[in-house]
Structures are given as structure tokens and as C-alpha cells.
């Protein structure tokens, strides 16, 4: 009895050993484990054999059979492990992470161009004495136009190309100016020197130079003995702190309901020629009226420039529309 059974724990020792030199991967050793060790392995059925096997003989064939199964499973164990360590040792390889390398750049947002011109104006404005005020952009007829001197039948009209809305009187604010009657009403009779910035809307075919939406920025001052020569002299310094103090400033003659008088002012450009920049002048008394103030005891002066318009000049951008195509290689730039 002992015999057959020395026999077939041979036989399982060698299966066992030619099975384990064909594996070759850590999951193969545990598929052999189950193979031999398992609850239905092989060598499972042979510890029933035990029963069969004589008393005096019992000692021995537990023995060897104790043998077979210390061996199997060592075997099977040393291989396994060293299996994994390769693998282990190939995946740390892949998974590496060369700390020496350069990371890569976290793209950073920013301001927009125009938000920066802005704040650049507000600052050159502040050390003038300017308060920055915001007002709606949604505005009535008589604030964005009849309270401006621009009755309904005025002929100026026609250059507000005007967005109405679906309620009667209102509409999107053409310009920034209704924004002086809103300033005047609250500080009335309080002087005033104030910058009010903002988007403004006309209904006009988009092209380089046109864009439905823009920003303006208004100019307000009121006060005791305020005079030409102080609007001449704000803007010369906003000018030349802006553009640079090379820069020849030109005042000339010019219409607009809400001023008088009123003039349009340029700038030298680099070729002999001038820039138009903005439209300002001398409140109208109507509008200082308007406002709650007494055009016989106060004057004042107001100004409006197309932010873009600056903006394109600043940094010699010749489209308009790239201000708002949201192409990031435009943006990126500034
Ligand atoms: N509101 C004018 C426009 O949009 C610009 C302007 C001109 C504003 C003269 C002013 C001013 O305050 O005095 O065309």
C-alpha cells in the first residue's frame, strides 16, 4: 500500500515541478496552488489514500505525505513571490515619475484688455480728483435722450441707432451721458468731479470700427467757477498721462446737444496726423437744469470717449471685434 502511494506522491511532486517551470506570471503560481492545494486539489484526494494505509505504516506515509505538501506549497510559494517582485518592479518602472522634469505651466486667466484700460483710466482720473460712478444700462428715453437736451424729433438722434425695448420708453443706453442727470439728482447741490464708466448699445452693423456693444467712459464736473480752460487742461493731462507727454492735443469746434460749447479733441499721431478721441464741452444749462442745478450760480464741464477706441490706440489693435471673439491668442496678449 505504502508503495502506491510513495509512487503517486512522486508522480504529483514531478507534475508539480514541471507545472511550476511554465509559469510565468504571479497569477499562474495561484492558479497551481489551487490546482494542487486546493479543496478539490490534488493532492487532496490522497489524505483519504491515508485511511487505507496499514497502522504500522501510517507514521511513515504521513510523513511523506506531510513532505509532498510542505514542498508543493513552498515551491509553489518562492515562485510567486519572486514572479511579483518582477512585476512589481516592472510596473514601478512604468509608473515612475521623473521628480527632476520641469512641470508644466497652469494657464492663468486675466483681466480683459479693456478691464485693464479701464482701471489705467480710473487711476490717471483719481489723481485728478475723479470719483468712479457706475449707472444703469438700461435706461428710459427721457434720461438717455430728453433730459440731454435731445427732444424727440432732434435731429442728433440719428446717430444713436437705438435697441428699444419691448416696454414703452425704455431702451439700452446709447451712451454713458444719461448717467450725469442720474449723478446730478443724487449730489445736487454738492459739486461734483466723477468718471462714469459702462457698457452702451446701438443697433449698428458690426466692422472694424463698430461693434453693437462697447464701453464709454463720461466725464463730470461741477462746480463754483469751473471754465473751458479746466476741461482744456483735464484732458491734456488725461492725454498726455495716457498716450505720453509727446503727444499735441487738438481742440476743435464740434456739436452736441448736452454742451456749449462743444468741442471734439485729437491727438498727434506718430505720422503728422491727428486721432479723433472724444467729444466734451461746457454743460449745457438746460442739462445742469436738468440735474437740479443752477446754471446761474454753477457750471460745469462732461466728457465721453469710447473705451475700445482708447484701447485700439494704447496698444494698436486695428479691429474692434477682437475685443469680444473671445480668441484667446488675442486675449492672452495683454
Ligand atoms: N455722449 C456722446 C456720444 O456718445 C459723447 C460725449 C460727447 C459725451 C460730449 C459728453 C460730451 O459728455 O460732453 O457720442
Not at 444719461?178 to 449730489?187: F, S, V
Not at 456693444?213 to 484732458?235: P, S, V
Amino acid at each position: 500500500m505504502i508503495d502506491v502511494l510513495k509512487q503517486e506522491i512522486d508522480q504529483i511532486r514531478e507534475a508539480a515541478q514541471a507545472d511550476l517551470s511554465q509559469a510565468d506570471t504571479s497569477d499562474a503560481c495561484e492558479e497551481l496552488r489551487i490546482k494542487y492545494l486546493g479543496r478539490n486539489g490534488l493532492v487532496t484526494p490522497l489524505m483519504q489514500k491515508m485511511k487505507e494505509v496499514p497502522n504500522e505504516q501510517k507514521a511513515e506515509a504521513g510523513k511523506l505525505l506531510n513532505g509532498l505538501k510542505q514542498f508543493v506549497e513552498s515551491e509553489i510559494e518562492q515562485a510567486g513571490e519572486k514572479l511579483k517582485r518582477g512585476e512589481q518592479d516592472v510596473r514601478l518602472k512604468q509608473e515612475a515619475v521623473d521628480v527632476t522634469l520641469p512641470g508644466r505651466p497652469v494657464p492663468l486667466g486675466r483681466l480683459h484688455p479693456i478691464t485693464q484700460t479701464l482701471l489705467e483710466l480710473y487711476d490717471i482720473f483719481a489723481e485728478m480728483g475723479f470719483q468712479v460712478y457706475q449707472t444703469r444700462e438700461v435706461e428710459t428715453d427721457e434720461m438717455n435722450f430728453q433730459m440731454l437736451n435731445l427732444p424727440e424729433d432732434h435731429p442728433a438722434r440719428d446717430m444713436h441707432d437705438t435697441f428699444y425695448t419691448k416696454d414703452k420708453g425704455v431702451v439700452l443706453r446709447t451712451h454713458t451721458s444719461p448717467g450725469q442727470i442720474h449723478l446730478m439728482k443724487e449730489r445736487c447741490p454738492d459739486p461734483i468731479r466723477a468718471v462714469l464708466p459702462g457698457k452702451c448699445y446701438r443697433f449698428e452693423q458690426t466692422d472694424a470700427s463698430h461693434e453693437w456693444m462697447f464701453y464709454q467712459l463720461e466725464g463730470i464736473a461741477i462746480g463754483d467757477n469751473i471754465t473751458l480752460a479746466d476741461l482744456k487742461g483735464t484732458l491734456n493731462a488725461f492725454i498726455h498721462r495716457t498716450f505720453g507727454k509727446e503727444r499735441k492735443v487738438q481742440f476743435r469746434c464740434s456739436y452736441f446737444p448736452f454742451t456749449e460749447p462743444s468741442m471734439e479733441v485729437a491727438m498727434s499721431d506718430k505720422d503728422g496726423g491727428w486721432l479723433e478721441i472724444l467729444g466734451s464741452g461746457m454743460m449745457h444749462p438746460i442739462v445742469l437744469r436738468n440735474g437740479g442745478y443752477d446754471p446761474e450760480k454753477v457750471s460745469g464741464f462732461a466728457f465721453g470717449m469710447g473705451v475700445e477706441r482708447i484701447a485700439m490706440l494704447k496698444y494698436g489693435i486695428d479691429d474692434i471685434r477682437q475685443f469680444y471673439s473671445n480668441d484667446l491668442r488675442f486675449l492672452s496678449q495683454f
